[in-house]
């Protein structure tokens, strides 16, 4: 401690707010290293896998395209430049479109994905969406890295690993007509989107959708259940559209009265099972 005499005074070093901040951060932080067990975070499986998971997406930067846990896509301003500069698409197009084009946001997979579908994917990417000019590449990740990342996604959205609902698709007679019927143009128009096996939708392939031949292999039947409910709940902003209301007052006025008597839940599931058993 200084004598009151001392000269030496605290010069004014002229921080900027932030600098002072980094500081005072910097000065709190010098304490003992020893935490008390009470203050740590659990090592429970679930925390060590998604830090694991983490280590890893950061390693292989898989936030340089996807967006995981709310963060990363630093590959979209580049494909918004490239429409407006290179496609000459006005600034409102090339926002539109830039979703279109862009690696999917990777929100709720653990909850969308099958696990075996996952694992054989990220050792061998295969195409989904057609239209992207943008590919997965191929790290050669081992199989250790492999399930980490599984077990990271899983665990990210609560899912039990390894095991998954089984579930076996049957539809009636009735049923089976009720779905083609959703289906079709004079419903819900799935083929206007989505490529369903070698068929591809009419249009421009930036309004195309994910190939229905996939599904039984690639998604959770469950997840599609809450996926045709209510798509944004699943993906905020997907282009997804909504066939039945969300708010659980009016769901079940929402579907076609027509169809299995105006029974949503049932018409949902067949529309489901009709997906996983025609493509």
Known sequence: ??????????????????????????????????????????????????????????????????????????????????????????????????????????????QKVQTEWLFDFIHGPVIIRPWLTVRMPTFALDETQVNTLIRYFSYLDNQNFPFTEKVVPKLAKEEHAAAGLLFSKKFFDCGSCHIRGKEFPEGSPVNWAPNFALAKDRLKPLWMIEWLKDPQALLPGTKMPSFYDPDPEYFHESGPEKILDGDEEKQIRVLRDYILTTY
């Open 1 to 110: 401690v200084r004598p009151h005499d001392e000269k030496l005074r605290m010069p004014n070093f002229e921080y900027t707010d932030k600098e002072v901040e980094a500081i005072v951060t910097a000065l709190l932080g010098f304490v003992k290293k020893d935490v008390l067990t009470s203050k740590e975070k659990s090592r429970n499986p679930r925390n060590i896998f998604v830090e694991q998971g983490q280590w890893i997406v950061r390693e292989y930067n898989c936030q340089g395209c996807h967006i995981i846990e709310k963060e990363g896509g630093a590959i979209r301003p580049m494909i918004h430049s490239w429409l407006m500069n290179i496609q000459n698409k006005s600034l409102r197009d090339a926002d539109d479109l830039m979703v279109t084009f862009s690696p999917p946001v990777l929100q709720g997979e653990g």
